[in-house]
């Protein structure tokens, strides 16, 4: 029997018209669509007039889950992985799948897309020659010794935030490199996209003023850099 085919499928970041022709004809085509939330996908599904199988494939899911999806693999179906946003297994859900498909010999396609990360790093300013992409910072056990860590760093670094702790997570960086110039963008690509650039302290300053929602890219200039 002829194994099955997993596609990993970047999708817009915000902006929904930001997919490749070539993602929604996967989309359109194969068998499933894995997704973390069903009800975000099906919004981008409907937009493109896809009307396919979703079934939710998170974090809290993914170890019960995998066994299932290898064997539909196996038995010759054709998978999608999709996030919620950007480019599936960055900062995201997938890796494991990945690897136990790798393990049985089952051939995985990446179609190519938007990424947060490197979207930020392009507009930034910043030096792309060499970085470090960090993404979340561990939230409790670990978080002091990466953010001393980081303040050595001489490659731009690249961080993801939510909501909930930029506020928190800038004051840190104020704390522990509070020369470094840093560079803030929220809702990139969607309506309300905005961008601060500045040192910590600088860009603490502004953040009261705003309605402070949306998700956050932070990217911290090398240690040596001037701007």
């Known amino acids: 029997m002829k194994k099955g085919?997993?596609?990993i499928v970047a999708t817009p970041i915000g902006n929904l018209q930001d997919i490749s022709f070539r993602a929604i004809q996967i989309l359109k085509e194969v068998d499933l669509i894995l997704c973390e939330d069903t009800r975000v996908t099906r919004k981008l599904l409907n937009n493109y007039e896809i009307n396919n199988s979703l079934a939710s494939f998170n974090a809290q899911s993914e170890i019960k889950k995998i066994p299932g999806i290898i064997r539909q693999l196996l038995s010759g179906k054709t998978i999608a992985l999709v996030s919620d946003a950007g480019t599936p297994t960055i900062s995201d859900p997938g890796v494991r799948l990945i690897n136990e498909a790798i393990k049985n010999d089952i051939k995985i396609t990446g179609i190519p897309g938007p990424n947060a990360a490197i979207l930020a790093l392009s507009i930034s300013g910043l030096p792309t020659d060499s970085f470090v992409f960090e993404g979340f910072l561990p939230?409790?056990?670990?978080?002091?010794?990466?953010?001393?860590?980081l303040?050595?760093?001489?490659?731009?670094?690249?961080l993801y935030e939510s909501t909930y702790r930029i506020e928190k997570l800038l004051?840190?960086?104020?704390?522990?490199?509070?020369?470094r110039y840093i560079v803030v963008h929220r809702e990139l690509t969607k309506k309300f996209e905005e961008?601060?650039?500045?040192?910590?302290?600088?860009?603490?300053?502004?953040?009261?003023?705003?309605?402070?929602?949306?998700?956050f890219v932070i990217?911290?200039?090398?240690i040596l850099w001037k701007q």
């Open 5 to 7: 085919e997993l596609f």
């Open 139 to 149: 939230q409790k056990k670990g978080r002091q010794k990466k953010l001393k860590y």
């Open 151 to 158: 303040a050595d760093e001489n490659r731009t670094v690249i």
């Open 171 to 179: 004051n840190e960086l104020n704390e522990y490199m509070p020369e």
């Open 195 to 215: 961008t601060w650039r500045g040192l910590p302290q600088d860009i603490l300053k502004q953040l009261p003023d705003k309605t402070i929602k949306g998700e």
């Open 219 to 222: 990217l911290l200039s090398p």
